[in-house]
């Protein structure tokens, strides 16, 4: 079977198609009948042992909007909270002869051996600090569609890209689509090996932001902060949060971005969040899109072209 556990391995030809694909998905997604077929009879599971919004709730509607069944496992209600291992549940599922199993978890690598044990294809929807590949893709259909291209672009990644899988999947893509690739943050809130990773780092907003086309903001994630480094709110907006003044400094209409979910007035003033260069609600509405392409390109063998991308 055919996974996706990273934007690592895929080449640029294979991203451009899935975000090809994914166009198609936002043309289906904005039609009053939303039902297609491709996935008539698959089965989906998601299977989220981390807490979640938009990457559930899309991957949910994504396999609705193929036409597959979808079940939602619910981990807190589950035998996991009996001590069941993952992988003992994984094998448990898979007895039930799903074709897609969506999994978010909190360690890296969960994804890929999960994919050694099942008979299905896999998507990794978010393991630990390592990946989150289909929100780079939404974050790539969101930027594409609003600026006409990815190469040759100047991307400034802000914030915590310490414990961000997110700036992780992203650096990945956006370097293999061209990009030229920012991180701006400050050094307690970097990655070791940043350095090796084809970014440029930086370590003021005003120099991060100058002259660059896309802002992409990260959530603080204080919960994965183990008491070395909690930054004071007040002291981390007045530096790192994207308020009107920061902005400036960016290109003038620059994208501003942000995954979600918002902690405003910590990574992000509200006024920004909300005002006219804010696309947060387009990468929403893509999140649905990328996923139905990823699915319908892992299971789908009546479209093999873009098949072949994931
Ligand atoms: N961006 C993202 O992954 O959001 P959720 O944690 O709500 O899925």
């Not at 998601?46 to 559930?56: G, P, V, W």
């Not at 094998?91 to 690598?109: E, F, K, Q, V």
């Not at 920061?246 to 509200?270: Q, T």
Request: proline share 3%.
């Amino acid at each position: 079977h055919r996974h996706l556990l990273g934007i690592k391995g895929l080449s640029p030809i294979d991203i451009e198609l899935l975000l090809d694909r994914a166009d198609d998905a936002v043309a289906i997604s904005r039609q009053s009948e939303k039902k297609t077929t491709s996935l008539r009879g698959r089965t989906q599971i998601n299977l989220f042992y981390e807490a979640s919004t938009r990457t559930q709730a899309s991957f949910e509607l994504a396999g609705k909007r193929l036409g597959a069944d979808v079940m939602n496992m619910s981990v807190a209600s589950s035998s996991v909270k009996k001590g069941e291992t993952l992988i003992d549940t994984a094998m448990t599922l898979n007895a039930m002869r799903p074709d897609i199993l969506i999994i978010r978890h909190a360690s890296a690598g969960a994804a890929a051996l999960l994919a050694q044990k099942v008979d299905c294809a896999v998507v990794n929807a978010g393991d630990g600090a390592h990946e989150h590949p289909t929100q780079a893709l939404l974050d790539a259909l969101t930027i594409r569609r609003a600026l006409g291209r990815i190469g040759g672009l100047t991307v400034a990644i802000c914030g915590d890209v310490l414990h961000s899988r997110v700036a992780r999947s992203n650096i990945i893509l956006l370097n293999a689509l061209g990009a030229r690739v920012r991180v701006v943050a400050p050094s307690t809130l970097l990655p070791s090996g940043i350095r090796d990773m084809s970014v440029e780092v930086y370590n003021t907003m005003k120099e991060g932001l100058e002259g660059a086309d896309v802002v992409m903001m990260l959530r603080l994630q204080r919960e994965r902060m183990a008491g070395a480094f909690v930054p004071s709110v007040r002291e981390y907006f007045r530096y790192w949060g994207l308020d009107a003044e920061k902005l400036k400094h960016a290109k003038e209409g620059a994208l501003v971005m942000h995954p979600g979910p918002m902690n405003r007035g910590v990574e992000i003033a509200s006024e920004i969040a909300d005002g006219p260069q804010s696309v947060i609600q387009d990468q929403v509405e893509m999140g649905v899109a990328v996923r139905m392409a990823v699915m319908e390109a892992l299971l789908d063998p009546r479209r093999t072209e873009a098949g072949d991308a994931a």
